[in-house]
């Protein structure tokens, strides 16, 4: 019900998932990544499953190894489908025979593109195309356009739900964790997310480690960025109750 870009970015080593699917929140699931190397586990998710698989890429394994370490240990191994790219740009993919159909994977240079009940291989490979196709950009933007470009090419024939980004750089926490849980185009929806914050990308990875930066509104506007922000909530308080006198037991 999935279909999913795990990529790194070999000009700055930033590493990331892309996904979307026709289930509500979907990063919660199937989503893992580290500085190290980033591990999507979908299908049907076993979210531990996903997790040890990220701290198997964190102590140095190679994605083959994990990816063999992860269906040998597993009791429903026909119904998972993994994608593995570490630090390094090693990737490496499975596809259970129990996926519903069209389910595959690409594995190509720094990047899996991958999918299950899908309109067609079609999807997968406009997935990895568009990757590929947009070297030079940040990972962000890359890993967007490349689930946009899966869902163009036909996506899921029941349609899409949740959607989400998640990018780390060198730091031990994420340069981008944006998501949309449930939305009735959560990839566009994304998309718009994306597009407001984008120029804070930078500012929370300095923030992070630099707390004398100055609020993010300052931070945007010394940019020439302009945006909208939430507005206060009129709050309507009744008369207050009448104090109780105090009783001792």
Same mark, same amino acid.
């Given at each position: 019900?999935? #279909?999913? &870009?795990?990529? %790194?970015?070999? %000009?700055?080593?930033?590493?990331?998932?892309?996904?979307?699917?026709?289930?509500?929140?979907?990063?919660?699931? $199937?989503?893992?990544?580290?500085?190290?190397?980033?591990?999507?586990? +979908?299908?049907?998710?076993?979210?531990?499953?996903?997790?040890?698989?990220? %701290?198997?890429?964190? =102590?140095?394994?190679?994605?083959?190894?994990?990816?063999?370490?992860?269906?040998?240990?597993?009791?429903?191994?026909?119904?998972? =489908?993994?994608?593995?790219?570490?630090?390094?740009? @090693?990737?490496? /993919? #499975?596809?259970?025979?129990?996926?519903? *159909?069209?389910?595959? @994977?690409?594995?190509?240079?720094? @990047?899996?593109?991958?999918?299950?009940?899908?309109?067609? *291989?079609? &999807?997968?490979?406009?997935?990895?195309?568009?990757?590929?196709?947009?070297?030079?950009?940040?990972?962000?933007?890359?890993?967007?356009?490349?689930?946009?470009?899966?869902?163009?090419?036909?996506?899921?024939?029941?349609?899409?739900?949740?959607?989400?980004?998640?990018?780390?750089?060198?730091?031990? #926490?994420?340069? $981008?964790?944006?998501?949309?849980? &449930?939305?009735?185009?959560? !990839?566009?929806?994304?998309?718009? !997310?994306?597009?407001?914050?984008?120029?804070?990308?930078?500012?929370?990875?300095?923030?992070?480690?630099?707390?004398?930066?100055?609020?993010?509104?300052?931070?945007?506007? +010394? +940019?020439?960025?302009?945006?909208?922000?939430?507005?206060?909530?009129?709050?309507? %308080?009744?008369?207050?109750?009448?104090?109780? *006198? /105090?009783?001792?037991?």
């Amino acid at each position: 019900m999935t #279909f999913t &870009v795990v990529a %790194r970015d070999k %000009r700055t080593g930033h590493l990331g998932i892309g996904i979307a699917t026709s289930s509500p929140a979907v990063v919660s699931r $199937c989503v893992n990544v580290s500085r190290d190397g980033a591990v999507a586990f +979908q299908s049907v998710p076993d979210p531990r499953l996903g997790a040890l698989g990220l %701290r198997l890429v964190d =102590q140095g394994w190679w994605p083959r190894k994990i990816v063999d370490e992860l269906v040998s240990m597993d009791s429903w191994p026909g119904k998972r =489908q993994i994608g593995i790219v570490n630090r390094d740009g @090693h990737a490496a /993919a #499975f596809t259970g025979d129990d996926n519903a *159909p069209w389910a595959g @994977h690409i594995v190509g240079a720094d @990047h899996v593109a991958m999918g299950n009940v899908l309109a067609g *291989p079609e &999807v997968a490979a406009a997935i990895s195309e568009e990757f590929l196709a947009t070297e030079g950009l940040e990972i962000e933007e890359r890993l967007l356009r490349a689930i946009e470009a899966g869902r163009d090419a036909g996506g899921q024939e029941e349609g899409q739900t949740s959607a989400g980004l998640l990018v780390f750089g060198r730091q031990t #926490f994420s340069r $981008c964790d944006l998501r949309v849980d &449930v939305a009735a185009e959560p !990839i566009a929806e994304l998309r718009r !997310i994306y597009d407001w914050y984008k120029p804070l990308i930078p500012y929370y990875e300095e923030r992070g480690v630099n707390p004398t930066v100055p609020r993010f509104k300052d931070y945007l506007a +010394q +940019q020439g960025v302009e945006r909208e922000y939430g507005r206060p909530v009129p709050v309507t %308080r009744g008369p207050k109750a009448a104090a109780k *006198p /105090a009783t001792r037991g």
